[in-house]
Nanobody, 115 residues
């Protein structure tokens, strides 16, 4: 199983970024995926989750209305569209998949919101 995140960077407050997570090594369309983030000195937290066929999307209260998770099963990729970014969104963002009780993580992509 391999998850490779991309799309992070430095953005000004109010700006947007789209993160991508390219997956391989498993049957992508059969599994739900999630985005997590970890800010310096804080625990990793769930940001958004999406089921295998795109249903039951869940977003953390702190990002509702600003972030949107989606997936393209033909491209084995899950996305996180982030709008109206705030400094408190600064973190390393990780993609996650749970397969038979084992959690797999990507290497993460850094998102920094500041001027």
């Amino acid at each position: 199983v391999q998850l490779v995140e991309s799309g992070g960077g430095l953005v000004q407050p109010g700006g947007s970024l789209r993160l991508s997570c390219a997956a391989s090594g498993f049957t992508f369309s059969r599994y739900g995926l999630s985005w997590y983030r970890q800010a310096p000195g804080k625990e990793r937290e769930l940001v958004a989750a999406i089921r295998s066929l795109g249903g039951s999307i869940n977003h953390a209260d702190s990002v509702k209305g600003r972030f949107s998770i989606s997936r393209d099963n033909a491209k084995n990729t899950v996305y996180l569209q982030m709008n109206s970014l705030k400094p408190e969104d600064t973190a390393v963002y990780y993609c996650n998949v749970q397969i038979w009780g084992i959690g797999y993580w990507g290497q993460g992509t850094q998102v920094t919101v500041g001027s």
